[in-house]
């Protein structure tokens, strides 16, 4: 039995079937989720859990090279989205899109984990990468 780091097991089944380059939505409670797309929710009442806190769990052992957020959020809920841009130390690259396009992403995302957060439009795509684990011989 596992005891200790990430213990949902639909979100430790997921995160393994990731590789380089796969995404992955962290979205707010009423994000909407296309079907098809395989779902680990983790919504558990309002603002429980945030997507903060998801993200700094995922980040224990998930590498993410690159983030996509919204327009929208920028507008709605901008400390929030700072809070949620700093948990990756300034190392991974931003990107801005319209929630539309976000909406349309998540129909070819490798799965969405859904979050009970109630912020608008805190909805985030994390862009699987290559972590410092790698060795590469120069």
């Known amino acids: 039995m596992i005891e200790k780091g990430l213990l949902n097991r639909d979100l430790a089944s997921?995160?393994?079937?990731m590789g380089h380059r796969d995404e992955l939505i962290v979205c707010d409670a009423g994000f909407p989720i296309?079907?098809?797309v395989p779902v680990v929710d983790l919504s558990l009442s309002e603002n429980v859990p945030l997507v903060d806190t998801i993200i700094v769990e995922l980040l224990k052992s998930f590498s993410v090279e690159k983030?996509?957020?919204t327009k929208e959020q920028t507008d709605a809920c901008p400390a929030k989205l700072k809070g949620i841009v700093s948990l990756f130390g300034g190392k991974v690259e931003v990107e801005t899109i319209a929630h539309g396009d976000m909406k349309a992403r998540s129909r070819v995302v490798k799965g969405i984990v859904r979050s009970g957060d109630?912020?608008?439009y805190t909805n985030i795509l994390l862009v699987s990468g290559a972590g410092d684990r790698w060795?590469?011989?120069k």
């Open 118 to 120: 109630f912020s608008a």
């Open 135 to 137: 060795i590469v011989e």
């Open 14 to 17: 997921l995160l393994s079937r």
């Open 34 to 36: 296309p079907d098809g």
């Open 67 to 69: 983030i996509v957020v």
